[in-house]
């Protein structure tokens, strides 16, 4: 990796220097507001990480801001690649659910953010990751990054509150909000001060950055990569692994009945009207390995690691369009006849009758067949007759084929994933014949 320009460093200098500065402005008001707490060291924790900051805010503003070590940065671009990354990620997602009570502490998840300021604000020293990080349409996800981890850290502080509670018989903290609220004026000058508030910002913003126009659009030149709007990029993530009609059908249409379904499938009662995680763990880890996992990593995949061609690069990586990658998709039924079974994969006749024909390609996927009726029938039957057997007993039996279906089909897509990734597998059941692919 090379050396940033001193050019490039004269041009970061002044953003760095004011981001650091804020964050040093923040930890001296966190420091204040601690000063009483019970534990003496976190103001003078917190007082330290400003002087920190406000250091690094004047190296900045000196034209020497802080970088990521080389070594680092290496290590960080070898870690990301895909399978470690989606594996990572899913056992940070497991940790953090078990450590819950610990990851909402103040002082945990105040370190947490400090730690993660100063990462982002070392590795923009590096060209690679500044051109991503800045560029105009990326900024607004960078800050819903850290939106999305406020409001998820302040979700399960107080539902570990509530669980807390409850464990003492005490009533939930949303009890002492009971009391009713008048729509005017008291929800309406909320509203009316948050509108203000937002609508000044919009305009610091407009004035501050510039807005992400390009040339008017040229059918005979596409753009590499030509990605979608951010919201549409975990469909576009999703297109590498899944067949056109099932990524932009199949799945939308589950995940939103799915979501409408919910509430009739989950026999608890419990939670309703307050934050709990303890009353409904399931409920809380299916919503939040679906929402991360499977979308929020999906748009942070496509925004940050996806390069020209679509190809994976890293964080500090250039983003060279020459770069290639090998596509090797095999479909399983290759690998059964080909591989397992060292046999030449059964061809469909060229003149043959509707009936011998799909004959053939009933045979030529057979393997990828019973792996699906082994997935999704099979497998909910036994967990229903052995580990959920108390849950199948409690939903009945049409709620429980029909919440399992659901919850399969939300793992079949990082299954797929990993083994595209690493088996190069394309298709479960391919029947071009027939345009349907799993």
Known sequence: MSSPSPEFLDSIAPVLGCYYAVAAVL????????????????????????????????AAFLGHPPRTPEALKSAIDAALGPVTLSLGT?????????GRRFFV????????WNAAVLFLGASMTDENFAA????????????????????????????????????????????????PVLVWPDLVYIELICMLLLCAGL???????????????????????????????GFQEMLVFSDPAMAGVVLPALIILG?????????????????????????YAVFMFGFLQLWILLI?????????????????????????????????????WATLLNRGVPQTPAASGAIVRLGCVVWREVAGMAAVVLYFLVLPWALGRWKLKPIRGGMG??????????????????????????????????????????
């Open 27 to 58: 930890n001296v008001a966190a420091s204040l507001r601690s000063w009483r707490a019970r534990h003496r060291w976190r103001p003078v924790v917190w007082l330290a990480l400003g002087a920190g900051f406000a250091a690094g805010a004047a």
């Open 259 to 283: 979501l409408a379904a919910v509430p009739y499938l989950d026999p608890n009662r419990k939670g309703s009207g307050y934050y709990t995680i303890a009353e409904r763990p399931v409920a």
């Open 105 to 112: 502490l103040p002082p945990v998840a105040w370190t947490a």
């Open 203 to 233: 305009v610091v913003w407009s004035l501050a950055l510039p807005a992400p126009l390009e040339q008017p659009a040229n059918p005979a030149v596409t753009p590499n990569p030509s990605k979608a709007p951010w919201y549409f990029l």
């Open 90 to 98: 899913f056992a940070a997602l497991i940790g953090l659910f078990l």
């Open 132 to 179: 991503i990080v800045l560029k105009p349409d990326n900024v607004p996800i960078v800050a819903m990054v850290f939106l999305l981890g406020f409001f998820a850290w302040l979700g399960a502080a107080q539902a570990v509150n509530n669980d807390r509670r409850l464990a003492k018989g005490d009533p939930p903290a949303e009890s002492a909000l009971a009391k």
């Open 397 to 438: 039996r049409a709620r429980y084929y029909l919440m399992t279906f659901l919850l399969l089909m939300m793992l079949a897509l990082p299954l797929k994933m990993l083994l595209h990734w690493t088996l190069h597998l394309s298709y479960i059941v391919s029947m071009p014949e027939y345009s349907l692919n799993f």
């Open 300 to 336: 942070l995949i496509g925004t940050f690691l996806r390069g020209p061609n679509w190809t994976f690069f890293g964080l500090y990586e250039p983003r060279d369009p020459h770069r290639v990658m090998a596509l090797h998709n095999v479909k399983l039924s290759e690998y059964f």
